[in-house]
């Protein structure tokens, strides 16, 4: 059987909802470390053939590269011609911008050295990530690609204190079809999100806000209620949660009684700086956690982490940084509960850094909340949902049953309401938006686990969090439910 920390293929390909607001707008030495720089993923079940391109390595970063391009075509009309002459003398060696796994044990002289040898290899934009111990640099394609030595020219084998590094993977999200660029196609096997507007003004909080509805009832029917006041009235305050997602807008209406609760920031180490999100993914799911309407959880603190500020793909180095950002809050307040919550994928890596990055936060007192994914596959193929220490998230429909997109396996921790979520639309200051997908079941989860972390008014651990969300017992399509119990031991009288 298949399980976490076992590496399914050298690099797959993964989505999850994404919603774009405005159509063909893209602007946007020592000892060995705990960590394990090598989680191996084993495949469970065979590929289907028609998803085997996006387990080759090469295939699956040319395909999600390919989106992108297709994306953009139109703007190809407005850039003068360059000709094949000055393209030759012009263009720079291929660079990746990607991340080094430091050992533990590398004090401040080995981070230097390390950060010194870089450079020489070639490498610029050279930053490190002091609480996780790893470097981002953009470095010619020779350098990371592992076979320098083989030609004679060093590679990141050659620095001292490396233990592991990513190859190239690119993170993103689909586009529902009503907002994709004209005479393009769908990049991925998975069938778009649907995304319908709700007219405004704000409707007062009634049974389509069905997701809150559900998390606070064993059983359907639905009831209509979606308070969680009576064993939950601190409604998150003191949890601290940072959103690694496309931003954030923060004058929408549903984060007005936020205040400076709620900032919208750009990843350390990024070459972006803005925090804002031209995609619109990043404040339903903000708002599912927090809105004062829609959200689980509205007395929490949020800082939005904008880790698509190049466009519609992310990169590895950029969602690090968003990571970084969480645990090194979390080690300079030892006191706040500090909770990840990161609805986006990429394929599982034989040296996944990324899911090492999530383990390392998990040390620093970080607990992570993510997507499992859209594709109708082994949840264990995807990062970061397949790292061990985090808790991953799959997608369940209002008659209780596993959505036909959402991931599935053994790498599900738990499931939650993820089917026609209605909440913050970005392309306004009052409109709501319904979404699908396990991007829109994860907030539902890092909603809940908020509220059990105030209420307690401390740190809990991975396991403690994971076991306080499914407290009420109740499974939905074989996976246990997230549910804010109101028999929760030491919460609720």
Same mark, same amino acid.
């Given at each position: 059987m298949r399980g976490r920390g076992q590496h399914p293929c050298d690099s797959c390909t993964s989505v999850d909802a994404w919603y774009h607001p405005i159509p063909g707008d893209h602007n946007e030495g020592g000892a060995?470390?705990?960590?394990?720089?090598?989680?191996?993923?084993?495949?469970?079940?065979? =590929?289907?053939?028609?998803?085997?391109?996006?387990?080759?390595?090469?295939?699956?970063?040319?395909?999600?590269?390919?989106?992108?391009?297709?994306? $953009?075509?139109?703007?190809?009309?407005?850039? !003068?011609?360059?000709? @094949?002459?000055?393209?030759?003398?012009?263009?720079?060696?291929?660079?990746?911008?990607?991340?080094?796994?430091?050992?533990?044990?590398?004090?401040?002289?080995?981070? @230097?050295?390390? #950060?010194?040898?870089?450079?020489?290899?070639?490498?610029?934009?050279?930053?490190?990530?002091?609480?996780?111990?790893?470097?981002?640099?953009t470095c010619p394609k020779e350098v990371f690609s592992g076979n320098g030595t083989a030609a004679g020219v060093p590679d990141l084998s050659s620095v001292s204190g490396v233990v592991a590094w990513s190859l190239p993977r690119?993170?993103?999200?689909?586009?529902?079809?009503?907002?994709?660029?004209?005479?393009?196609? !769908?990049?991925?096997? +998975?069938?778009? !999100?649907r995304g319908r507007l709700i007219p405004v003004p704000i409707p007062p909080r009634q049974r389509r806000f069905w997701g809150l509805d559900r998390i606070n009832q064993v059983a359907l029917p639905l009831d209509g209620i979606s308070s969680t006041a009576a064993c939950y009235p601190l409604a998150g305050d003191g949890v601290h949660v940072f959103v690694i997602d496309t931003g954030c807008r923060t004058d929408h209406q549903q984060f007005a009684h936020?205040?400076?609760?709620?900032?919208? $920031?750009?990843? $350390?180490?990024?070459?972006?700086?803005?925090?804002?999100?031209?995609?619109?993914?990043?404040?339903?799911?903000?708002?599912?956690?927090?809105?004062?309407?829609?959200?689980?959880?509205?007395?929490?603190? #949020?800082?939005?982490?904008? $880790?698509?500020?190049?466009?519609?793909?992310? =990169?590895e180095a950029d969602i690090i940084g968003g990571v970084e950002m969480a645990a090194a809050y979390a080690v300079a307040h030892p006191s706040t509960p500090v909770l990840l919550s990161a609805s986006l994928g990429g394929g599982y890596q034989k040296d996944d850094v990324l899911a090492t990055a999530m383990e390392r936060a998990a040390a620093a007192g970080v607990v992570s909340i993510t997507a499992s994914g859209n594709d109708d596959l082994d949840a264990c193929w995807f990062s970061p949902g397949g790292a061990p220490r985090v808790i991953n998230v799959a997608n369940g429909d209002r008659h209780d049953l596993l959505a036909e997109t959402s991931n599935f396996g053994s790498c599900i921790d738990v499931i939650a309401p993820g089917t026609h979520i209605v909440s913050v639309d970005a392309r306004d200051r009052t409109s +709501?938006?319904?979404?699908?997908?396990?991007?829109?079941?994860?907030?539902?989860v890092t909603g809940v686990a908020a509220l059990v972390l105030g209420q307690v008014g401390r740190r809990l651990s991975r396991e403690e969090v994971l076991r306080a969300v499914t407290w009420g017992r109740v499974t939905v399509a074989g996976y246990p439910l997230a549910y804010a119990s109101p028999v929760l031991r030491g919460v609720c009288p």
């Open positions: 060995r470390s705990p960590f394990p720089a090598v989680l191996n993923k084993p495949l469970g079940r065979r =590929i289907p053939p028609a998803m085997a391109t996006l387990f080759r390595p090469v295939a699956s970063v040319a395909a999600v590269v390919g989106a992108a391009s297709v994306m $953009v075509a139109a703007l190809a009309a407005t850039v !003068p011609a360059v000709s @094949a002459a000055s393209a030759d003398t012009a263009a720079p060696a291929p660079t990746e911008r990607n991340v080094l796994v430091l050992d533990l044990s590398c004090g401040t002289r080995c981070v @230097a050295q390390a #950060v010194r040898k870089t450079k020489k290899l070639g490498c610029t934009d050279v930053f490190f990530f002091d609480t996780l111990r790893m470097i981002a640099a690119l993170f993103r999200t689909s586009t529902p079809a009503a907002h994709r660029p004209p005479g393009t196609i !769908p990049t991925t096997a +998975l069938g778009p !999100p936020m205040g400076s609760r709620l900032t919208a $920031v750009a990843p $350390v180490g990024a070459n972006y700086t803005h925090g804002h999100d031209k995609f619109g993914h990043g404040s339903h799911v903000i708002g599912t956690i927090a809105g004062i309407d829609t959200g689980v959880a509205p007395s929490v603190n #949020v800082t939005s982490v904008n $880790v698509f500020g190049h466009g519609p793909v992310a =990169i +709501l938006v319904d979404f699908s997908g396990t991007s829109m079941a994860a907030p539902h």
